[in-house]
């Protein structure tokens, strides 16, 4: 059974950074895909970014290509998401999520994920 907990959220003007981090426990944490995911208030689950067990592969969500970039420290059973040059629309509770087999078609898909975070919150303010 893996544990996640993320934290790193908070209140952030438009323009400014955060960096998200997941901390693992419970498990092989190489042996595991990575994916953040965000849900806003009335809205579904979204894929926000993953990488893959070496960290040798990244994805992200269009919206996030070029402002977030996620990471990962095997050493240190932890995954990060900076998030630079946030937007309003980027305000949602923010999940981590592992996931023991993924493909380039499935990484970001919310069923793919086995394991997940109880989520940390990112509020923009514009």
């Known amino acids: 059974q893996v544990q996640l907990v993320e934290s790193g959220g908070g209140l952030v003007q438009a323009g400014g950074s955060l960096r998200l981090s997941c901390a693992a426990s419970?498990?092989?944490?190489?042996?595991?895909?990575m994916g953040w995911f965000r849900q806003a208030p009335g809205k579904e689950r979204e894929f926000v970014a993953a990488?893959?067990?070496?960290?040798?592969?990244?994805y992200y969500e269009d919206s996030v290509k070029g402002r977030f970039t996620i990471s990962r420290d095997n050493a240190k059973n932890t995954v990060y998401l900076q998030m630079n040059s946030l937007k309003p629309e980027d305000t949602a509770d923010y999940y981590c999520?592992?996931?023991?087999?993924?493909?380039?078609?499935?990484?970001?898909?919310?069923?793919?994920?086995?394991?997940w975070g109880q989520g940390t919150q990112v509020t923009v303010s514009s």
């Open positions: 999520a592992a996931a023991r087999t993924a493909s380039y078609h499935t990484i970001v898909l919310v069923t793919t994920y086995n394991y």
């Open positions: 419970g498990g092989t944490f190489i042996n595991y895909a």
């Open positions: 990488v893959t067990w070496s960290g040798g592969h990244t």
